[in-house]
């Protein structure tokens, strides 16, 4: 007669009786490492009749994690479109201008000091779709909806800022010709576009906003006008990857319309033991529906662990300090050598979106760089409830200028005080010490004096902050310049 076994999943350890001989205890792990908890009977050197439905349930919810770090970068975009078209009334031929603080408290840690003019573009109700650019100083990009960047637009696109028209073309039609355009061909049915003026003054910003057209290619003829629509004054919205279910749907419905590439048809087979396949409908029994909604809460954590206490190697650009580059991937594209950067990615798109090359500047005085800090010195939480400060030291390396924004750690979005403000920058009047430097101030309320270097932090929340340097110089890339961390005023 055989003995039944026990093993325990994903434990510490591991106890064999096979053939109830001997036994054998395998250490996996010299720290206790967290598990679903599921008990497995053994029948001999086989699960017992009873445990293969348990261990059904274990390796879906197993691949249902995973499958929701590998969707981020698409369900939110499909969910910003969604904000887009069913909240906004705007089309897929419709800019939206983000103008106001108010209008990009919604948006993935936007920028607080310069106004976003954004759309989706559907090609499977357009088809061949034209972006029509007038000449003058912008600066835009396309993105598919898995966020990898398509192509530049503007000043360092190639129409170099003289203006052009772009023809966004389906990754269903091939060859497509069109004289006198020039010819993007898209990875995805589903695409994003977003452009910026560099003129800082708004009136130019106004009139180069009005000559932008987006129009089917079909009715280049005779095009339907473009209009400019503004996120809804006073209605709260966000635009972020949603929670529980909720956060299946959306992916079920924009995996409808978008081709499957190679890299994910693993990905799509485990999604069908969860009820999600391209061509049916989303109809999860009460199992699949249970085990979708533990994996999008288990899924999320392990998401914010990979955003916030990132395990990549050289993550810290100054390695004794709190400071982490939040691109760290290592072009548009997402491939690095011999593999996808699977969770570079996952960690970048649980609190960003949009990605660009210009983003991860290499060359002095040219795009941007980003640090992230989500501790204090001590290695805590950044926490709503207390006071801290920073100290910016003098002659920051930025041509053009930088930027320090708050975000809310759950929304990863502008922290949404009564101040209505989550940022400080060179560009505001900030009080600056003898020596050159600026003291910042994060807190509940403002310091005695000092409400211009102020960003109020809400009790019962946790923040992050981001700080983007304009033009990053040299002293940014030999890291001669060094800011010290964020500390707590106790």
Known sequence: MK?????????ISL???????????????SNPVSTSGTEIKMDGELPSKESIPKL????????ATQCYLWALPIVGFAKWQYQHYKTFGASSNDLVLYNSYADRLGILTANATTPYILTFIDLGVNGPTVIEMPAGRTAGGLADFWQREQATIGEMGPDKGKGGKYVLVPPTIKDFKAPGYFIVPCNTVNMFFGFRTLDPDPKVTEMLLKQVKIYPYAQRTNPTPTKV?????????????????????????ILQNEPVEERDRFFMAWLRNLGIEKGKPFAPDERQKKILIAAAEKGQQMAMANSFEKRFADVKHWPDKHW??????????????NYDEFFERASYFYEAVTYSQAMMSKTPNVGQAYLGSYYDNEGNWLDGAKNYTLNVPANPPAVNFWSITVYDSATRC????????????SRKDLIKNADGSVDLYFGPKAPAGKEKNWVQTLPG??????MRFYGPTTAYFDKSWKMDDIKEVK
Request: aromatic content about 10%; glycine content about 6%.
């Open 461 to 466: 929340k946790h923040w992050f902050t981001y």
């Open 324 to 337: 982490d580059y939040v691109l760290i991937m290592k072009n548009a594209s997402q491939h690095a050598d």
């Open 15 to 29: 106890i064999l009786n096979i053939g109830c001989e001997k036994k054998t205890t395998i250490n996996t792990a």
């Open 56 to 63: 059904f349930d274990e390796m879906d919810f197993q691949q």
């Open 3 to 11: 003995n039944k076994c026990l093993i325990l999943i994903a434990g």
């Open 229 to 253: 629509v503004s996120p809804p004054a006073g209605k709260k919205w966000l635009g972020i990857p949603p929670t529980g279910i909720a956060y299946w749907e959306r992916l079920h419905a």
């Open 414 to 425: 502008l922290i949404d005080n009564p101040q209505q403000n989550a940022d400080l920058s």
